[in-house]
Structures are given as structure tokens and as C-alpha cells.
């Protein structure tokens, strides 16, 4: 079990650009959440998966957002058009499903975006 | 709006020091969970708490979670350098949501 992997680490992009991150989570896990985190702010509720399904998305995640989990392993989370507040520290997580998840989240290292 | 606030935001204390951090919400919580996270890096779970009234010790930090499910605390006896990092609250609703809520996070500095 190596934890779970985001890519890439660090990513500055020109603002328009489109920029498309991704999670490999733990294997066993079934459930794959994306949050954004901004300086001085605790992790804000993005998306969250079970299995291939997306089952919940946050107001925040506007139409320039999109996130997949095509086969129930990685996801990818897409930005189109970057827009400079964005700039944010995009950090995946897994952990399993159901009551299950009591066990807590285990999250990435997270993708530092910059738009400029 | 489902809110969770932790207090303080901002801590700065002499290793050796004891300290508590709050974390507050009008909504009842299924379970809740805390968060150590450092900078550049992912939260990492330290506790997850679940029944009214619960205390749970991890070395010198010590949980509590109230009565009635709507808030918590977290105490640490003899503060060192090595807990610097902000500290995360997580409350979990229940019911048919996924997710966690976090609150904005205690920062806490411990000078030797």
C-alpha cells in the first residue's frame, strides 16, 4: 500500500489554460473525494466518488470543472479556462465506503496550482 | 449551511506549554475526526471520534468529544516543536452524504 498519488506535485498554467490533475488512491478503498484548499482555509468539499459513480458535487465546482473515475481506480480532475482564483492546493482522498469510513480519509501530498 | 469553527485560528506557544483547541458546530455530528497537516502536504488522520461523550488519548494529545455530538476539543500536555502544524477538525453528517466538513484549522507554532 503506497498511499494514495496525485499528480503532478506543483503545476503554474497561464490563465485560460486547461490543466487536468490526477489521483491514484488506495486500491481497497472505493470511495475517492477531491477537495481545494486555499491559504489559511481548511480543505473545501469539492466531489466525491463510489466506485465509478459521482454522487455528490459541491457548489463550488463550476461548469469549468469536471472530474471523472472511469474505471473506479484513478480519477482525473479537469480545470478548463483557468481563472487566476483557482491558484489553490487541490488534494485528493480515499477511504472506504459506508460506515467504513469512520476509519478516515487518507489524503495525498495534494497538486499546487498557480494560475498566472 | 452546515458549519464547523475552530478556535483559536492562531496559536504560538513555548515548548513544555499545555493547549486546547476547540471545535464547535449547531449541527449534530455522526462521528467527527481531527487532522494534523503540515506545510505542502495532505491532512493526516489522528483520531476519529463517534460516541457522546467520548475521550480518546493518542500519547500526549488527548480528544474529547461532548455530549450531545456537536462539538470537540483537543488537548496537548507539554507541547514540543514537533506538533507545529495545523490542526483540522472533520465532522461527518451522516445520512446519505459522503463527505467531510472541515473547519478553517488551528495553526499552532511551538517555540523551544
Known amino acids: 500500500d503506497t498511499g494514495v498519488s496525485q499528480d503532478p506535485r506543483h503545476k503554474i498554467t497561464k490563465r485560460g489554460q486547461n490543466v487536468t490533475f490526477r489521483c491514484d488512491p488506495i486500491s481497497e478503498h472505493n470511495r475517492l473525494y477531491w477537495y481545494r484548499q486555499t491559504l489559511g482555509q481548511g480543505p473545501e468539499f469539492l466531489t466525491y466518488?463510489?466506485?465509478?459513480?459521482?454522487?455528490?458535487k459541491s457548489r463550488l465546482l463550476s461548469d469549468r470543472f469536471s472530474a471523472e473515475r472511469p474505471k473506479g481506480s484513478f480519477s482525473t480532475l479537469e480545470i478548463q479556462r483557468t481563472e487566476q482564483g483557482d491558484s489553490a492546493m487541490y488534494l485528493c482522498?480515499?477511504?472506504?465506503?459506508?460506515?467504513?469510513?469512520?476509519?478516515?480519509?487518507?489524503f495525498g501530498s495534494g497538486t499546487r496550482l498557480t494560475v498566472v | 449551511t452546515q458549519l464547523l469553527e475552530q478556535s483559536p485560528q492562531f496559536l504560538s506557544i513555548q515548548e513544555g506549554e499545555n493547549l486546547t483547541v476547540y471545535c464547535n458546530s449547531s449541527?449534530?455530528?455522526?462521528?467527527l475526526q481531527w487532522y494534523r497537516q503540515e506545510p505542502g502536504e495532505g491532512p493526516v488522520l489522528l483520531v476519529t471520534v463517534v460516541t457522546g461523550g467520548e475521550v480518546k488519548k493518542l500519547k500526549r494529545l488527548t480528544f474529547q468529544f461532548g455530549d450531545a455530538r456537536k462539538d470537540s476539543s483537543l488537548h496537548i500536555t507539554a507541547a514540543q516543536p514537533g506538533d507545529t502544524g495545523l490542526y483540522l477538525c472533520?465532522?461527518?453528517?451522516?445520512?446519505?452524504?459522503?463527505?467531510?466538513?472541515f473547519g478553517k484549522g488551528t495553526k499552532l507554532s511551538v517555540k523551544p
Open positions: 472533520a465532522g461527518d453528517y451522516g445520512g446519505s452524504q459522503g463527505n467531510l466538513i
Open positions: 466518488f463510489q466506485n465509478e459513480a459521482q454522487l455528490e
Open positions: 449541527s449534530v455530528f455522526s462521528s
Open positions: 482522498a480515499s477511504s472506504l465506503g459506508g460506515t467504513l469510513r469512520l476509519a478516515g480519509y487518507t
